[in-house]
């Protein structure tokens, strides 16, 4: 393959020395104790045909879920690049969690390509809820791919490894929440001068430390990134860590040359923020100082530092964040359920009671209460639970008619949205302004029907859904049925008015071990 092929979506003019190939042209190497040392010297650095061959085979060798899609799958779903629509209309998965597509010296459109490339990765790997490193592994393979069905292929191989103890790519939450842990656990065992400044200087260490994966993936120059990754493919997950630390340490040196080596007061500590900022741009200036092959000794002169250790402290962080309850990013739910009517809410909580809603209303109708949290939903909603008993609790007007009246509404204006009371205290107990209904309710009273259409006692009774980034409700009045909190780890239920139920679980307040939606639409207007 000419080598012009595998840098068919580079800008050739940003390259520097890296578009003059030079060094050797093939490596017949396939010993992993060698190849790791040829990675570390950067053997196939300086030929960037030699260099997309070396990673073609070593993606290759990466052992893989049984089907694991492939280019021939990416061809078949996206055809011919020519003519597809722009990035500005196909935009990143939220798993990626705004992460932007570095451009590490790639063509304009190219970036289109990326996004094109992750648009498709995120229909085939529907398991991904996390994942903030996709855009800049996707635009560093690009470079090496000769198309972009290859890059595909490649990076889906990366997203299936199946071998055991091998960890490439965090693809969840929990995962990456944990890798930060355990980065600050190695900043402090590892770095100690280093993590001394950040805790003296920093108001969160922890925020500080959850851009660690974005210094390496992200931040730094496309001359540093390239070797990291010559060395990631051989060696793993581990050589991200052990650079995010050596950049520490650069950092931590640079601040001390620049005379800020003395420790403010507690009252003085910077926005942790401003601190991630100051970092950040250390390491995308970092190539006026420090030579990629310089970053890699320092980071490979860490003694001590094993796998096995970094997969123990993983794990046992891990652990620590199930049982605190934080596994997932809260803001996902709604880029879920948004777009289907009716959905099934199920709760699993840690003392094992299931219980869950049936919700009449898409979830996206909450935006029209602007910031403000507003109850949402018709009379189909009902809140059931399955364990430790079966039961179903429907709206109180459809087991209580006689709380809906066909009395004309006193006044004439629309019904407002109905605001919705803070975690679990009691609205108003005001009557709804009502459009009169066409017969007697109570004679053909149907949960499909808005609440609106009733003359009804108190609004506390058409409370059934609402939500905002903070908290999941569902019904209202002198408590919610379900509370879920904004990180979707813990919740509370309490009998309310709308539904007349008793608390759904076993204690009113619970833990989430599990939390699923189901979400139905309509077949005639899917078609449409």
């Known amino acids: 393959m000419a080598e012009e092929d595998y840098g068919c979506f580079v800008d050739w003019t940003q390259m520097g020395d890296l578009a003059n190939s030079s060094g050797p042209s093939k490596l017949d190497v396939k010993d992993p104790v060698e190849l790791k040392k040829l990675a570390r010297q950067g053997h196939w650095a300086k030929n960037h045909k030699l260099r997309a ?23 078949d779903l996206m055809g011919d690049s020519t003519g597809k629509k722009a990035s500005s209309v196909i935009p990143l998965p939220d798993f990626v969690d705004g992460s932007a597509v570095p451009h590490y010296c790639l063509k304009a459109d190219a970036v289109t390509t990326v996004h094109r490339v992750i648009s498709c990765l995120a229909g085939q790997f529907p398991d991904i809820s996390h994942c903030p490193a996709l855009p800049a592994m996707t635009a560093l393979l690009l470079h090496f791919s000769a198309d972009e069905a290859q890059c595909f292929e490649n990076i889906s191989r990366l ?26 656990d190695l900043a402090n065992k590892y770095c100690p001068a280093a993590h001394k400044l950040i805790v003296a200087t920093a108001q969160d260490v922890v925020e500080v430390y959850s851009g660690w994966q974005r210094w390496v993936l992200g931040d730094l120059p496309f001359s540093h990134v390239a070797r990291v990754l010559d060395v990631f493919l051989v060696e793993g997950y581990k050589v991200l860590y052990r650079v995010a630390l050596a950049l520490l340490k650069f950092y931590r040196k640079q601040k001390a040359g620049a005379g800020a080596g003395a420790q403010p007061s507690e ?20 190539g006026s100082s420090i030579t990629p092959d310089k970053l890699l000794e320092k980071a490979f002169s860490i003694r001590l ?24 990013k809260q803001k996902r739910f709604y880029a879920h359920v948004e777009g289907y009517e009716p959905t099934l809410l199920l709760i699993r909580t840690c003392e094992a009671d299931v219980c869950g809603a049936f919700l009449s209303t898409d979830w996206e109708e909450r935006k029209r209460g602007g910031n403000k949290l507003s109850f949402f939903g018709t009379g189909e909603c009902f809140v059931f639970r399955l364990k430790p008993e079966m039961e179903r609790y429907e709206w109180v007007v459809i087991r209580h008619p006689e709380l809906a009246s066909s009395i004309k509404a006193q006044s004439s204006e629309d019904p407002a949205e109905d605001e919705a009371p803070t975690d679990g205290q009691s609205s108003d107990d005001n009557s709804l302004p009502v459009e009169r209904p066409a017969a007697d309710p109570s004679n053909r009273l149907s949960p499909f029907l808005s609440a609106r259409h009733f003359h009804l006692n108190s609004r506390n009774t058409s409370m059934f859904m609402a939500g905002n980034v903070d908290s999941i409700i569902v019904g209202g009045g002198e ?16 009998r309310c008015t709308t539904f007349d139920n008793p608390p759904l679980c076993s204690t009113e307040s619970f833990q989430v071990a599990l939390l699923e939606v189901w979400g139905f639409q309509d077949a005639m207007a899917s078609d449409r």
């Open 479 to 494: 408590g919610n049925a379900l509370y879920i909190d904004g990180e979707l780890n813990h919740g509370r239920t309490a």
């Open 305 to 328: 530092f094993s796998r096995k250790e970094i997969t123990l402290l993983q794990l046992a962080n891990e652990k620590s964040l199930q049982q605190k309850g934080i596994t997932v």
């Open 159 to 184: 997203l299936a490894c199946n071998e055991p103890g091998r960890r490439l790519v965090d693809q969840t939450f929990l995962a990456y929440e944990s890798s930060c842990m355990t980065f600050g």
């Open 267 to 286: 009252g003085q500590k910077q926005d942790s923020a401003e601190v991630k900022a100051e970092i950040q741009a250390f390491v995308k200036a970092i």
């Open 53 to 75: 061959q070396v990673y073609q085979q070593l993606i290759k060798a990466i052992p893989c879920r049984t089907v694991t899609p492939d280019a021939e799958v990416y061809r």
